[in-house]
T-cell receptor, first 112, second 112 residues
Framework: DTAVSQTPKYLVTQMGNDKSIKCEQNLGHDTMYWYKQDSKKFLKIMFSYNNKELIINETVPNRFSPKSPDKAHLNLHINSLELGDSAVYFC???????????FGSGTRLTVV | AQSVTQPDIHITVSEGASLELRCNYSYGATPYLFWYVQSPGQGLQLLLKYFSGDTLVQGIKGFEAEFKRSQSSFNLRKPSVHWSDAAEYFCAVWSSASKIIFGSGTRLSIRP
């Protein structure tokens, strides 16, 4: 009964491959997010969806494409993976502004 | 633009000693402020949050933070640290762009 669950937890893949990360929340929250954490622990927002509608799309290569089939799910698909995509990707959700996020445990992506 | 600064990259304190982690924010109006903790290999967990009202907020795990508008600060404190408090700590602010902006983090080490 994990609140925000991400799969897979670890992902090792070769350059040029396409991969997806899935996220599901059972909290009934309206808004979901993808953040990227780099090797220096810096967290940067990538995308945000509110009730299936894209509301934040930061400056991210268009090889990254989010998809939200319903408000409980937010997936991240990455095409043509590059070495620089190696990072930890976090999914998060929130009920409204100011409530803070509930984070998933992260997906560590390693591109070799 | 809204921002958060954590001036200390790494702090080491002895077990049982008191702790203060510094955070300065830049925000025009009354900010929504947060402290998160990230244990190694884990996601981020919300420690506490400030929206308005009492400037001293209590959080989980014995942490508290004090909002000081005159100093644009929101420092995190704990009277006596435990070895299990070793982690990365992030201060964050809710921005007008409907997202949370995180500071660069402070790594806390505990000396036995």
């Amino acid at each position: 009964d994990t609140a925000v669950s991400q799969t897979p937890k670890y992902l090792v893949t070769q350059m040029g491959n396409d991969k997806s990360i899935k996220c599901e929340q059972n909290l009934g929250h309206d808004t979901m997010y993808w953040y990227k954490q780099d090797s220096k622990k810096f967290l940067k927002i990538m995308f945000s969806y509110n009730n299936k509608e894209l509301i934040i799309n930061e400056t991210v290569p268009n090889r990254f494409s989010p998809k939200s089939p319903d408000k409980a799910h937010l997936n991240l698909h990455i095409n043509s993976l590059e070495l620089g995509d190696s990072a930890v990707y976090f999914c998060a959700s929130s009920p409204d502004r100011g409530y803070g996020y509930t984070f998933g445990s992260g997906t560590r992506l390693t591109v070799v | 633009a809204q921002s958060v600064t954590q001036p200390d990259i790494h702090i080491t304190v002895s077990e049982g000693a008191s702790l203060e982690l510094r955070c300065n924010y830049s925000y025009g109006a009354t900010p929504y402020l947060f402290w998160y903790v990230q244990s190694p290999g884990q996601g981020l967990q919300l420690l506490l949050k400030y929206f308005s009202g009492d400037t001293l907020v209590q959080g989980i795990k014995g942490f508290e933070a004090e909002f000081k508008r005159s100093q644009s600060s929101f420092n995190l404190r704990k009277p006596s640290v435990h070895w299990s408090d070793a982690a990365e700590y992030f201060c964050a602010v809710w921005s007008s762009a409907s997202k949370i902006i995180f500071g660069s983090g402070t790594r806390l080490s505990i000396r036995p």
